[in-house]
């Protein structure tokens, strides 16, 4: 038996139907309700044993304990759990202690780098932290979710979408926090933190701790650094990234480009160029799929995965179309930029924004680059992440 927990994130939610969708002793938890959790969870308790595996998001569920029971369910049942990390895994940091009493936990971090360095500040979890993609939904995935098998026949899918993004805009008002640590200088380490992240498509927050640390000829200890590392997680994380996606998006408006955006955030460059960018509503995620088989081009932020990707990647490659993304070493090694896939620079948004301008002219090169991408993301659906495991 497999057991999938669901919360109450419908992306996250999505995942699991998608990964359980070629399952046939796969089943679904809502943990989201505790009562009929507990409920389900109590019917299904003689089925359960060693050989059961438990596969969540974010944790979810992995703490689970029934009524009148001190110990974590799963480590009384003494069955496997992995739980797969789409975030930094600092967010959940507090919870990493749990694997000292599920033996057969393990953790999955969409970026290398995160699972590595992870591993290296908690002792503990060596061995059991590792590298899983990000998967990617086609549309054909959404049918066989909802039942209508494999070979459902739509037609083609017609490009009336030059370039489509999917994803919010909104600036985030942070404030940073004083350090506490001997030595740092507040003002000086927030502004070289975003300055780094905003110049090096392969950096990371602790790797910025780092940069500064060299710099300033600072001594920290582990903990000092993982401190900063988690400041910089809540504050610049969101000011610089929000900076990278809004340089890019208003370039490609400047250009001309016919722009579709859905997402929040984003009124502000709509309201300056009424003629070529559109907003539209947000979607639920089962149906971006079928808007992204009408997109030419699907515009991607990463997250700061320096090793790691962001599921947008892997969701428009498969639906058919030409992905335009910021960089990282793991797409690097998989995708040929030009050939399957479109690699932005973010030190030159304009440069960049020339470049999609130039190839949206190319009929013949754009559907090549889509076809090669198409091809080369053939075995990165959920699916195929569970079988992986």
């Given at each position: 038996m497999?057991i999938?927990?669901?919360g109450?994130?419908?992306h996250?939610?999505?995942?699991?139907?998608?990964?359980?969708?070629?399952?046939?002793?796969?089943?679904?938890?809502d943990?989201s309700?505790?009562?009929s959790?507990?409920?389900?969870?109590?019917r299904?308790?003689?089925?359960?044993?060693h050989?059961?595996?438990?596969?969540c998001?974010?944790?979810i569920g992995v703490?689970?304990i029934?009524?009148?029971?001190d110990?974590?369910?799963?480590?009384?049942?003494?069955?496997?759990?992995?739980?797969i990390?789409?975030?930094?895994p600092l967010?959940?940091f507090e919870?990493?202690?749990?694997?000292?009493?599920i033996?057969?936990l393990?953790f999955?971090c969409?970026?290398r780098?995160?699972a590595?360095?992870?591993?290296e500040?908690?002792?503990?979890?060596?061995?059991?932290i590792?590298f899983?993609?990000h998967?990617?939904l086609s549309?054909?995935?959404?049918?066989?979710?909802?039942g209508?098998?494999?070979?459902?026949?739509?037609?083609?899918?017609?490009?009336?979408i030059d370039?489509?993004?999917?994803?919010?805009?909104?600036r985030?008002d942070v404030?940073?926090?004083?350090?506490g640590?001997p030595?740092?200088?507040?003002?000086?380490f927030?502004?070289?933190?975003?300055e780094s992240?905003?110049s090096d498509p392969?950096?990371q927050?602790?790797?910025?701790?780092?940069?500064?640390?060299?710099?300033k000829?600072?001594?920290?200890?582990?903990?000092e650094?993982?401190t900063?590392?988690?400041?910089l997680l809540k504050?610049?994380?969101?000011?610089?990234?929000h900076h990278?996606k809004?340089?890019?998006?208003?370039?490609?408006?400047?250009?001309?480009?016919?722009?579709?955006?859905?997402?929040?955030g984003?009124?502000?460059?709509?309201g300056?160029?009424?003629?070529?960018?559109?907003?539209?509503?947000y979607?639920?995620?089962?149906c971006?799929p079928?808007?992204m088989?009408?997109?030419?081009?699907?515009l991607n932020?990463?997250?700061f995965?320096?090793e790691?990707?962001h599921e947008r990647?892997f969701?428009?490659?498969?639906?058919g179309?030409?992905?335009?993304?910021?960089?990282?070493?793991?797409?690097e090694s998989?995708?040929?930029?030009?050939?399957?896939?479109?690699?932005?620079?973010?030190?030159d948004?304009?440069?960049?924004?020339?470049?999609?301008?130039?190839?949206?002219?190319?009929?013949?090169?754009?559907?090549?680059?889509?076809e090669?991408?198409?091809?080369?993301t053939?075995?990165d659906?959920?699916?195929?992440?569970?079988?992986?495991l």
């Open positions: 497999q999938f927990i669901k109450g994130n419908i996250l939610n999505l995942f699991l139907d998608a990964m359980a969708a070629g399952c046939e002793d796969g089943v679904f938890l943990y309700n505790n009562d959790f507990t409920r389900e969870l109590i299904l308790d003689p089925e359960i044993d050989s059961t595996r438990v596969i998001f974010n944790n703490s689970a029934l009524p009148g029971h110990m974590f369910y799963w480590a009384e049942k003494d069955v496997e759990v992995v739980d990390l789409v975030d930094h967010y959940y919870s990493f202690s749990i694997a000292l009493y033996k057969r393990k999955y969409v970026d780098h995160q590595g360095s992870i591993a500040s908690f002792p503990i979890l060596k061995g059991r590792g899983l993609p998967g990617g549309e054909e995935d959404v049918d066989v979710i909802k209508l098998g494999e070979k459902t026949y739509r037609g083609k899918a017609e490009k009336n370039v489509l993004y999917l994803g919010t805009g909104h985030m404030n940073h926090p004083a350090t640590i030595g740092i200088d507040d003002k000086e927030y502004d070289m933190a975003f992240l905003i392969y950096m927050e602790d790797i910025a701790v780092g940069r500064y640390e060299k710099e000829g600072l001594t920290l200890n582990a903990a650094r993982m900063l590392t988690a400041v504050t610049v994380h969101y000011t610089a990234l990278l809004e340089q890019m998006i208003e370039a490609l408006a400047d250009e001309g480009i016919r722009l579709e955006i859905h997402g929040e984003w009124e502000d460059i709509a300056k160029h009424r003629n070529n960018v559109t907003l539209g509503e979607l639920d995620p089962v971006c079928a808007l088989e009408r997109a030419k081009i699907v932020f990463h997250p995965f320096s790691g990707s990647v969701g428009a490659m498969r639906c179309c030409v992905c335009v993304s910021s960089k990282s070493r793991y797409l998989r995708f040929e930029d030009g050939k399957d896939i479109i690699y932005y620079d973010i030190r948004p304009k440069a960049s924004a020339k470049r999609i301008k130039e190839l949206l002219t190319n009929e013949v090169l754009l559907k090549e680059i889509a090669n991408g198409k091809m080369k053939e075995n659906s959920w699916a195929e992440r569970l079988r992986s």
